[in-house]
């Protein structure tokens, strides 16, 4: 019976994916799981971890997931991306970052073996200077940059469920609910 397309009917072909098939996403969402458990579990193999326990893997991905929706929405640049937003001249442009950083003036966090610099910190005029202020009362406060970082990018009851980085062009509104926020002890 071969060549009268019997066998077709029996297997027809496969349709070309159907785009928003949830059939395809979740065959996408699978494979995407499968390929995160490999990493995860090679990162802890690689890091000698005896007992990653569940609610730190959670607590991992959780800042990993916030530092990805930062990058997405305001770009984590490289110390030569600083330098070009400070119009750096100078012959080492990637000290601006490192510069400025030390003195006080920005806020950065690691990733990998990277420093990378959160770009909600800068105008067009360069760097906020409401940024060396937060450094500031995080310094006396106890905070950490990837604390401050996280802070200002979680939502609170002092700004009616808004985020400080929104309140970024109001310093002084901003440094008042810091130091509300900063201030309170459990």
Same mark, same amino acid.
Not at 5 to 10: I, W
Not at 91 to 99: G, P, S, Y
Not at 108 to 120: D, H, S, V
Not at 125 to 142: E, K, N, T
């Given at each position: ?19 928003? @098939? ?9 494979? /995407?799981?499968?390929?995160? +458990? ?19 893997? %959670?607590?991992?991905?959780?800042? /990993?997931?916030?530092? @990805? ?11 030569? /991306? ?6 750096? %001249? ?30 909600? /910190? ?17 310094? %006396? ?23 400080? +980085? @929104? ?5 002084? %509104?901003?440094?008042? +609910? ?9």
């Amino acid at each position: 019976m071969a060549g009268n397309g019997a066998a077709a009917l029996e297997h027809p072909a496969p349709e070309d994916p159907i785009p928003g @098939d949830p059939a395809e996403a979740a065959a996408e969402d699978l494979a /995407q799981t499968r390929r995160n +458990v490999a990493a995860l579990g090679s990162a802890i193999h690689s890091a000698h971890l005896t007992a990653a326990s569940p609610a730190l893997a %959670r607590a991992v991905q959780a800042q /990993q997931n916030l530092y @990805d929706a930062l990058d997405a929405e305001f770009g984590l640049l490289t110390s030569a /991306q600083v330098a070009d937003r400070l119009g750096s %001249r100078a012959a080492a442009r990637r000290n601006a970052a490192a510069a400025a950083r030390a003195a006080g003036r920005l806020l950065a966090l690691r990733r990998g073996n990277r420093l990378l610099y959160p770009g909600f /910190q800068f105008t067009a005029a360069g760097i906020r200077p409401v940024i060396a202020d937060l450094r500031s009362l995080g310094d %006396r406060h106890g905070w950490h940059e990837a604390g401050l970082i996280e802070w200002l990018l979680g939502p609170t009851t002092l700004l009616d469920g808004g985020r400080p +980085v @929104d309140a970024l062009g109001d310093a002084e %509104r901003l440094l008042a +609910v810091a130091e509300a926020s900063f201030g309170v002890s459990w």
